[in-house]
T-cell receptor, first 113, second 115 residues
Framework: KQEVTQIPAALSVPEGENLVLNCSFT??????LQWFRQDPGKGLTSLLL?????REQTSGRLNASLDKSSGRSTLYIAASQPGDSATYLC????????????FGKGTKLSVKP | NAGVTQTPKFQVLKTGQSMTLQCAQD?????MYWYRQDPGMGLRLIYY???????DKGEVPNGYNVSRLNKREFSLRLESAAPSQTSVYFC??????????????FGSGTRLTVV
């Protein structure tokens, strides 16, 4: 059974720092991996989608990498801002006929001014 | 540009009452999903519909039923609500379930409290 783990569970950094959020998964047979952002009391906003054949995806200050063979992904946030404060969720889409999205429990990020 | 729309946004039920959560998407996606989110448990799949006319159980289906009304709409029904069903419910859609290269789009959620 696929399991997704995110470390750390919470992170507090001063504004301007570059930071890395980690995601690991137990079954490397995935089709893609998706990073989401969730603000308190809100829904999920998709940040980046990486296909299994890709190594990384970039959007603005965000860069996500994928090492499928080792079961790891990282989300790199450059020059963090207070507006980046949110919970970041990693999810993998597995194989088989279902191919449903399986989530980690998230990393709660706080960026202090 | 609505994406995935869920109604209601908030609901309080008494134990034993029933209700239906509504979800509609305007992206012409084939697959739709219902998740629940609980503190410390993350998001867990309740039911999904790979395409119009099909529905399947996910990880935590007990106490729920679903209906894929048409390609746009996928509803979740609680027949006899229990306090353990207090949660935030999210609906999502994706292009294909068996074509795995597409991402998911989520609605803004329904916050349900059962007292």
């Amino acid at each position: 059974k696929q399991e997704v783990t995110q470390i750390p569970a919470a992170l507090s950094v001063p504004e301007g720092e570059n930071l890395v959020l980690n995601c690991s998964f137990t079954d490397s047979a995935i089709y893609n991996l998706q990073w989401f952002r969730q603000d308190p009391g809100k829904g999920l906003t998709s940040l980046l989608l990486i296909q299994s054949s890709q190594r990384e995806q970039t959007s603005g200050r965000l860069n996500a990498s994928l090492d499928k063979s080792s079961g790891r992904s990282t989300l790199y946030i450059a020059a963090s801002q207070p507006g980046d404060s949110a919970t970041y969720l990693c999810a993998v889409r597995g194989g088989g006929s279902q191919g449903n999205l399986i989530f980690g429990k998230g990393t709660k990020l706080s960026v202090k001014p | 540009n609505a994406g995935v729309t869920q109604t209601p946004k908030f609901q309080v039920l008494k134990t034993g009452q029933s209700m239906t959560l509504q979800c509609a998407q305007d992206m012409n996606h084939n697959s739709m999903y219902w998740y629940r989110q609980d503190p410390g448990m993350g998001l867990r799949l309740i039911y999904y519909s790979a395409s119009e006319g099909t529905t399947d159980k996910g990880e935590v289906p007990n106490g729920y039923n679903v209906s894929r009304l048409n390609k746009r709409e996928f509803s979740l029904r609680l027949e006899s609500a229990a306090p353990s069903q207090t949660s935030v419910y999210f609906c999502a859609s994706s292009e294909y379930s068996t074509g795995p290269y597409y991402g998911y789009t989520f609605g803004s959620g329904t916050r349900l409290t059962v007292v």
